[in-house]
DNA sequence: GTTAGCAGTCGAGGGTTAGGAGTGCCAAAT
DNA sequence: ATTTGGCACTCCTAACCCTCGACTGCTAAC
């Protein structure tokens, strides 16, 4: 079912009035903004129509029209998703670069740097996706009957396994503990770990108690131990369809709790910009643009930006661009550095 | 400036009632708590007493009235800061014991446990004090001409501290290069290692690189390398003060986005009980009650909780004094374990 | 299919009013 | 000297009504 060039036209006038002014829309503002002549009572029959199709809503009869989520969805296709840069935005590459010693830190910064660019809330997720491939595994005496293991994979160090030792152990037996790691797991996938702790070697058994611990931990790695980053909660007060209703607050700021619902809405999609709207789409009176980087086939940085449904679509696709040249770039000059 | 007996109880008793129903107190609801028989006439000449004095004001003047920051402030003065437990909350304990795995997971967890139980935002900053002294540095090759350091402080494990090394380094650099740094800052704090850096060693010239950047991250740790947590954002749209005026929220949200001032204001003090109430204390139109946890003479937690200045104070300490009893006591299993 | 014109609808805003909650004050009582 | 009952006064709240005007839907003509 498709609509005429006319309706999309009007739709689109309308949606993006409606974005820039949050006020209900009449058939007398489209004619303004509409360039060619035409007149109001022919678009009021247009609106009329697109009101039967389910894109627009009128909140009293002596009032003009707001979108559905329908008709912001069919407006976010139209935006080309390959050009539209912001050139005018922050220099965030400059910005980025002199923060790039700590990983947190960096991402934090870059979260901040999405808020205050769009006037959103903005939050990133970076998440490891296919499977891990075991590098090095090292094993560190910490003291205290404690080693930290550290081990190298093919998407990142991991570096938060702290383990438990037996009791009395002999002079060389992290060495020969982490030889032996190495020279059975070196270079596999956590499923082949998995799978071969299961045919039990006798010469494992006397490590058999520090090797569960650490696929314990491999295994949250590899499993996607998300890093979550939200940043500029506090934008949505500026928004009038929070600010007077508050109760349509509560079903974006609880979402903006859960980090779980939160990874899952950004990274459900193979798309590269991924839009939610409205309810039907999990967010209760608001949406969430998000765009997927790859960052090197083994780490997925999500991106995202939440607002009310009459979110300024075109800037955000546009800065979310801008922002993916930004991280690419860097991340080249760090390759060849 | 003393306030007389028969002053305080009528402060009390209003401060308690505006806390339970968030409108303004009558002289009539005063009698109705009071207990002995008083006349209204008689509370209301108290009341008027004690609003020139700046504990209380009137929306109106036909309205009861409402306690100023002034009045709340002495309120709390009247808690008991040493039994007043809440056992009919969750388990904590057995709730944090689940998850004694990954700090972090367990701070979060208990900044959750926090908020659900008070049903206020809570905030949780654990926070390195005095001087950290090095206890062992091991520097572990993880390719790509990089090295991760680990430091194992008096105080925890360093572990973020990744550093570039020179170019073409022998065999034994890097056990060389510990063995060095051990034996030259071994017990040593970071002032001290500090000063010992510009007594410049030719032995060192070598290694001068690797130690800057050693140094560097040690510093970031020892500075107190905060890590916060605030649960329960959402839990501010339950109370009228932020639902009805959405303005309201805005200086309490926008403070639990910046980390360090929410660090400095749980911290910038020595008492047990903190409690920061309205604008003065740097919290428009809310207030923060914080406990200080000291956990083994070299970390802080400070765990606080954010609402209206209309909180229920007596609860919110109860609950943080349970809180400190159990995390006390996990400790003391973790230690004797 | 498009347009002008017109009647109809309904919300926003302003003014008015009645009701009631609560105070301040005063004079009498303790 | 304090406490108390009584009473006049204030002023918020909610309800109601009204008007104004912004839009629409419809119809009939183009």
Do not use: W
């Amino acid at each position: 079912m498709n609509l005429s060039i006319r309706k999309q036209k009007i739709l689109c006038l309308l949606v993006a009035r409606y974005i820039e002014t949050a006020e209900p829309v009449s058939s007398g503002d489209i004619k303004n903004d509409y360039g060619e002549e035409i007149s109001s009572a022919t678009i009021r029959s247009e609106l009329a129509a697109l009101e039967k199709l389910g894109y627009l809503v009128q909140p009293h009869v002596s009032a003009g029209r707001i979108p559905t989520a329908k008709a912001y969805k069919l407006f976010v296709e139209t935006i080309p998703t390959d050009g539209a840069l912001v050139p005018q935005t922050v220099d965030l590459k400059t910005y980025l670069d002199n923060k790039m010693d700590d990983v947190a830190d960096v991402i934090r910064s870059t979260a901040q740097v999405l808020s205050d660019t769009t006037n959103y809330t903005s939050v990133i997720v970076v998440k490891n996706v296919g499977n891990v491939r075991v590098k090095d595994i090292k094993l560190v005496d910490i003291g205290g009957d404690k080693a930290l293991v550290i081990i190298i994979t093919d998407s990142g160090i991991l570096k938060d396994c702290i383990i438990d030792l037996p009791q009395n152990i002999g002079e060389g037996y992290l060495k020969t503990a982490s030889d032996l790691l190495n020279r059975m797991f070196g270079g596999m996938t956590v499923d082949e770990i998995r799978a071969k702790m299961n045919s039990v070697d006798d010469e494992l058994n006397a490590y058999k108690d520090i090797l569960d611990q650490i696929i314990a931990s491999l295994e949250r790695y590899d499993g996607g131990d998300a890093r979550v980053f939200v940043e500029g909660t506090s934008k949505l007060l500026d928004y009038p369809e929070y600010n007077g209703e508050v109760d349509n607050m509560r079903g974006v700021l609880s979402l903006l709790e859960h980090k779980e619902a939160l990874t899952d809405m950004v990274s459900d999609t193979d798309l590269e910009f991924n839009f939610r709207i409205g309810k039907e789409d999990g967010i209760e009176h608001g949406s969430l643009v998000s765009a997927t980087y790859r960052i090197n086939g083994k780490q997925e940085v999500h991106a995202g930006v939440i607002g009310p449904e009459r979110m300024d679509y075109k800037k955000v696709v546009g800065v979310l661009q801008y922002l993916e040249m930004t991280i690419k770039s860097i991340l080249d000059d760090k390759e060849s550095k």
